[in-house]
């Protein structure tokens, strides 16, 4: 028998788009996600399980930043915030080819440097940021990305998420990294009421392994760009549907919810 060939009408639903089970909640609580009724182990068994179908759904999640050293992953993170990974893609070969390393960085002309950041928006406070992070990498570290969170979180523009990012790609220490996407879809699984990045990150932090934490992250990152949308989520072509409680947030009618979902190409403008 042979097959039709495809076209743009038919071309099959990512496997992130089809539920595991076409089984889902009967009906979505009227009250928040979290439920404080919900004992901690029981929470727990559930954050794990989904977690488990999240690397199932999932298979290619990985850090969207090019880099090739810490320093460069450090600094594109930097970059990389109020723009796309995309955007901070196309940026920085050109600041890397000019700026190879900190102390090339240390002693940048600042007007070249802003000309370079523009395209990612706030370039004027980008440029600040860098700029003074490379100059405390070689004055305080001798031109070296510091592997531990209590430095990396004293350079300019480095808070908490940056770090964990940094130490979880290019030193392959663990790391929750609490973006908009991971607060967002933790909250509507229930998993945590806070809103407070620092405060999610500890509450996640017991729930899924710390050995995790890294892959962990760009997964949930991978499925709110390309499922659990901001504005309307994919509930019926989502794989998590049977343990969200927010299940019913978006259609959940499988054929209008898989038209939502995103591809690889087109999520990384979020």
């Given at each position: 028998?042979s ?12 496997a992130?788009a089809?539920?595991?089970?076409r089984?889902?909640p009967?009906?979505?609580?009227a ?5 404080p009724d919900?004992t ?8 794990r ?5 999240l ?32 955007t901070?893609?196309?940026v ?6 000019r700026?190879?390393?900190p ?17 990612t ?39 908490r998420?940056?770090a964990?990012?940094?130490?979880g790609n ?15 879809l933790?909250r509507r ?8 990045p620092?405060?999610v ?7 899924v ?5 890294t892959?962990?992250s ?6 709110g ?10 509930c ?8 969200c409680p ?6 959940t009618d499988?054929?209008?919810a898989?038209k939502?979902?995103?591809t690889?190409?087109?999520?990384d403008?979020?």
């Open positions: 028998m097959l039709a060939t495809p076209t743009l009408d038919r071309v099959s639903p990512p992130y089809r539920p595991s089970e089984r889902a009967a009906r979505r609580p009250g928040p996600p979290f439920d919900e901690p182990l029981a929470r727990t068994r559930r954050a399980r989904m977690a488990r179908e690397a199932v759904l999932h298979p290619d999640a990985h850090c969207e930043l090019d880099f090739t050293n810490a320093f460069e992953l450090l600094v594109a993170t930097v970059l990389s915030a109020q723009t796309t990974d995309k901070v893609n196309k920085t070969p050109a600041l890397f080819a700026y190879p390393d102390v090339a960085l240390a002693g940048a002309d600042r007007a070249e440097v802003e000309a370079i950041l523009k395209p928006g706030f370039f004027r406070a980008k440029a600040t940021s860098v700029l003074g992070l490379a100059q405390a990498l070689v004055e305080r570290f001798d031109g070296e990305v510091p592997e531990r969170m209590a430095d990396l979180v004293t350079l300019p523009g480095v808070g998420k940056t964990n990012v940094v130490l290019a030193f392959g220490v663990p790391g929750l990294t609490v973006d908009t996407h991971f607060g967002r933790v699984f229930g998993w945590t009421a806070e809103e407070d620092v405060k990150e500890a509450e996640i932090a017991g729930l392994p710390k050995r995790d934490w892959m962990f760009h997964r949930v990152i991978f499925h760009r390309r499922v659990c949308h901001a504005k309307k989520a994919a019926g072509a989502c794989g998590l549907a049977r343990w927010s299940y019913g947030i978006g259609p499988p054929e209008a898989t939502l979902v995103k690889p190409a087109a999520s403008t979020e």
